[in-house]
């Protein structure tokens, strides 16, 4: 090639390259907005608390079990009050709502009343199912009481008993029941359980009547439960001009309280963040007086927040809502590499390559290592903490890059002839004073950890419902009111993947409460035997109760001859015929009527093909505490299919498991700051004090926290990351900054100092808003938070450079 090409040729390379610079950040940005876009369009929120919670905890898996299948994302309850005048008449009133509710499509059906009132060949499909899957024992001898010799005694019996049992459900069930089909264990389980045959509608006195109402469409976000609380609201207050006038309606129920706390927090969060960043421009623009750096940096951090939660979107789909406490910590630290960048430049100057020379090794630097920091959350059991961690740790790294890629230029061009920076460095004490002041903080946080011991911990639900909460207020009248729902005992769930499992587990979970019962720590347990269907008892059972059925004739003769009403024969007559069509075949029987899935409901969840779970109770004795002491003894019952479900267990299991992780997570993750700040500093010495700065910041937040009796919950543990970052993050800007300068404290001061003491003026302000959240679990991470950056940041400014001063003097 003639040389006039190859020049030619090299100078169409360069143009190539210098236009591919030109393209780079245009191109990242690109890049970047078209990833977090996707990623946002999958994300989705739950509300639910236990998706921040470790799914391989036994305690877990049965609450999970429990919420899984007995309770109902779609159905709210809808309580009515009445005063003493209304007192019995409360049931009209429940009628008349749901008609109301359904004329106006807020509902797709209520219920006001146990289905089975309407359509009593339910009940009577279920007794017929129970007698074909029960005890072959127990079908024999009510076939032998029902034969031709014994028949005619066993209706008169039934009569006598009509005549002189109290008034209440015991003569009603007898008056309609002249075959004694009632008499079934398995019935006698139901009633143990619920005390009415089903759910109660109607409180003892009559005051407070219940109704159960389901979502036109399935709900899948509290955002859905929100439109549809609002509709239906509407609907009961037009209600209450008419029929309704002078009665109380509350709510409550899953999706009330999906849509309280994810609307509060929703709320909470956004409001906080808005107060974030207009402090934040504020405090920008008194600082550096330049807008156009200001709106640089909010679209900037408006691209980190979008990339960070499209990764989410794309590593989780749903992501828990608490997680979005993350955006705060996102805020603070991302805010920190901006500024930095600002203040820097004033004094290392604008041009381009001097202004990287001083801001890029502590901006690059910090993040990656607070990135490792949150990175190692993942470490841990709690997948909340897992989720944030993950998503502050991505976002962060997007922060570094684009504000040295993108931020650092734009700052040399647009940030040119501002006001200098000013200060002495006066104002942070040297050697002396720094260790002096140190020691006697250290001394003063000692004793206070030796007299009142460290901060206690509080796992409860409790911490995640609204301050003002109608959902769990209501409840709680509910529990007064109906003692069935009062959740004194620990739930038992079984579950198993087919019907041949099922009966196996149930075998186990009855041998292992019958061990518990024996050593002495449970009093009683309610297992509903008998109600999932069992092949072999059926095949034992069909012929027997096939000749009972065709002597129905004779036994409805009979019953009549005795004195029996048509109304009093109506139950005997279904069950008998119900008996008749379940015996006819051979296929498994299982209840397919809506009434008596209703009742099922209660005990069993069964999918079509087989499988699903069971719900039993156990009640502990007296002065055993489950919770306590007792604890082991009840989780050594769980494992294999079969849980123990309640919240009272919830709290030393996760005891447990914050106390395993403080080994699993904090000691990788030690090492791998330790092993960072080695590869960042290459000197011993500042890889202590880093170190040494992180651990004075933690010793004093614990202090704080036992002093004022704040308590550790798995929300405001969220901070425990947001305290080593930025510390970390802090005392690694404050180190690079000193021997960038020599050890001068008026350039840091003045450049880094300023940076970081309005970084964290601005943190504060963002998560001292939560204080004033509607949700204590907020409250609790901004107290925490606030008080930990405090720590961190004044630490890092105003002790570390003291530390060094002996070594650079």
């Known amino acids: 090639m003639k040389p006039g090409k190859l020049l030619a040729a090299a100078g169409d390379s360069r143009l190539i390259l210098r236009m591919l610079r030109r393209l780079a950040v245009p191109i990242i940005l690109i890049v970047a907005i078209l990833a977090a876009s996707s990623g946002l369009l999958r994300l989705r929120f739950d509300t639910d608390i236990l998706s921040m919670l470790p799914g391989e905890l036994p305690e877990v898996k049965g609450l999970k079990a429990f919420h899984e299948a007995f309770s109902r994302n779609d159905e709210l309850i809808l309580v009515i009050d009445g005063g003493e005048a209304d007192a019995g008449s409360l049931s009209l009133a429940a009628e008349s709502l ?63 008993k009509v005549a002189t049992s109290m008034e209440g459900i015991d003569m009603v069930m007898l008056a309609h029941d002249p075959f004694g089909f009632l008499n079934h264990p398995a019935v006698t389980t139901l009633m143990n359980s619920s005390g009415q045959g089903g759910e109660a509608f109607e409180s003892e006195d009559g005051r407070t009547h219940l109704l159960f109402a389901d979502s036109p469409t399935p709900i899948s976000s509290y955002r859905e439960a929100d439109v549809w609380l609002k509709k239906l609201r509407k609907s009961v207050e037009d209600w209450k001009k008419g029929d309704g006038a002078g009665l109380k309606v509350r709510l409550t129920g899953e999706p009330a309280f999906s849509s309280e706390i994810g609307v509060a927090m929703e709320n909470d969060l956004s409001g906080s963040i808005s107060i974030t960043l207009g402090l934040i421009g504020i405090l920008f623009w008194w600082m550096q007086r330049r807008f156009s750096l200001l709106l640089g940096l909010t679209g900037i951090l408006v691209i980190v927040f979008a990339v960070a ?84 740790a991505f976002g962060l790294m997007a922060a570094a890059i684009l504000m040295l890629v993108v931020y650092l230029p734009f700052v040399a061009k647009f940030g040119v002839n501002r006001e200098p920076a000013r200060g002495s460095g006066k104002i942070l004490p040297r050697s002396r004073l720094s260790w002096t002041i140190t020691g006697g903080l250290s001394l003063a946080a000692i004793v206070i950890l030796a007299v009142h011991g460290l901060p206690g911990a509080e796992f409860s639900s409790k911490i995640m419902r609204p301050r003002n909460s109608e959902a769990m207020e209501t409840f709680e009248h509910v529990q007064q009111a109906f003692p069935a729902y009062s959740g004194e005992s620990l739930g038992i769930v079984v579950e ?47 012929p027997v109760l096939a000749a009972l059925a065709a002597d129905r004739d004779r036994l ?13 024969l109506a139950l005997g007559r279904a069950v008998l015929e119900a008996i008749a069509k379940q015996t006819a075949g051979q296929d498994l029987v299982f209840p397919q009527s809506a009434s008596a899935r209703e009742v099922m409901r209660l005990f069993i969840s069964r999918k079509d093909g087989g499988g699903g779970y069971l719900l039993g109770s156990l009640e502990h004795e007296k002065g055993i505490d489950p919770a306590g002491e007792d604890y082991e003894k009840f989780r050594a019952m769980t494992g294999g299919g079969i849980w123990l479900s309640g919240w009272g267990l919830f709290k030393p299991a996760i005891a447990k498991l914050v106390a395993d992780d403080m080994t699993r997570m904090l000691v990788p993750m030690f090492v791998l700051l330790v092993g960072m700040m080695i590869a960042i500093f290459r000197r011993a010495g500042d890889v202590a004090l880093a170190m040494f700065a992180m651990a004075i910041s933690t010793l004093l937040l614990l202090a704080i926290m036992s002093l004022t009796g704040l308590k550790w919950n798995f929300v405001n543990l969220m901070a425990t990351p947001l305290l080593l970052g930025t510390g970390i993050d802090y005392a690694i800007h404050v180190t690079l900054s000193l021997r960038r300068t020599g050890g001068d404290f008026k350039d840091l001061w003045q450049g880094t100092g ?52 002996r070594e650079v003097e």
């Open 98 to 160: 749901v008609k109301k509710l359904e004329a106006d499509g807020v509902v797709k059906h209520a219920r006001w009343k146990p289905r089975w009132n309407e359509e009593p060949e339910g009940i009577a499909e279920l007794l017929a199912y129970l007698w074909l899957n029960g005890d072959p024992a127990v079908t024999r001898a009510q076939a032998n009481r029902l034969s031709p010799a014994n028949s005619q005694a066993a209706v008169k019996d039934s009569l006598a």
């Open 309 to 392: 939660l499209g990764i989410a979107g794309w590593l989780y789909g749903e992501l828990s809502i608490m997680a979005l406490s993350s955006i705060e910590i996102l805020i603070g630290l991302a805010v920190d590499y901006g500024l930095v960048i600002c203040q820097e430049a004033k004094v290392a100057g604008h041009d381009r390559k001097e202004l990287l020379a001083a801001s890029g090794k502590p901006v690059f630097f910090g993040a990656l290592t607070t990135t490792v920091v949150f990175l190692a959350l993942n470490l841990g059991g709690l997948p909340g903490m897992a989720q944030l961690g993950s998503i502050v």
């Open 754 to 805: 300023k940076a970081l003491l309005f970084c964290g003026a601005s943190n504060v302000i963002g998560f001292g808003s939560l204080v004033f959240s509607s949700s204590d679990a907020l409250v609790s991470l901004g107290t925490v938070a606030v008080i930990g950056i405090i720590l961190s940041m004044a630490t890092s400014i105003f002790l570390l450079p003291g530390w060094r001063h």
């Open 556 to 568: 409805l003769r009979e019953a009549d001859a005795a004195g029996f009403t048509d109304e009093g």
């Open 496 to 542: 198993a993947k087919s019907d041949a499992a099922m009966l196996e587990r149930l075998a186990e979970a009855r041998q292992r409460i019958e061990t518990a019962r024996k050593s002495g720590f449970v009093r009683q347990a309610i297992l509903p035997v008998g109600w999932w269907p069992d092949a072999n008892l059926q095949k034992e059972n069909r």
